[in-house]
């Protein structure tokens, strides 16, 4: 089993930024690539970036490429997601998740372990 613990969330204003951390725990040799979500009430939750935490490579949906970075510490079995540029519209409940093998990373059924969340909000 795999922990996953988000933080960083909070209230901000439409241009600002915000940095989200996610610590795994557990069993970290369970998963070899990560995925950051998010869910609007009323909305489906939507895959916005992703990782493989062994090659590092990386992946954006569309209404964040430029200005969201995703990253990691493998050392601190850490993904961060760094949020520039926020808009009203980026304001969600913020999830991460892990699992092993190979797959399209802003998908949700690809991923086996889900954190509870951390929420962010935009204001214009």
């Known amino acids: 089993q795999v922990q996953l613990v988000e933080s960083g969330g909070g209230s901000v204003q439409a241009g600002g930024s915000l940095r989200l951390s996610c610590a795994a725990s557990?069993?970290?040799?369970?998963?070899?690539?990560m995925g950051w979500f998010r869910q609007a009430p009323g909305r489906e939750r939507e895959g916005v970036a992703g990782i493989y935490t062994t090659s590092g490579g990386t992946y954006y949906s569309d209404s964040v490429k430029g200005r969201f970075t995703i990253s990691q510490d493998n050392a601190k079995n850490t993904v961060y997601l760094q949020m520039n540029s926020l808009k009203p519209e980026d304001t969600a409940m913020y999830y991460c998740?892990?699992?092993?093998?190979?797959?399209?990373?802003?998908?949700?059924?690809?991923?086996?372990?889900w954190g509870q969340g951390t929420q962010v909000t935009v204001s214009s």
């Open positions: 998740a892990a699992d092993r093998g190979v797959g399209n990373l802003l998908r949700r059924d690809a991923y086996k372990y």
């Open positions: 557990g069993a970290t040799n369970s998963y070899n690539f």
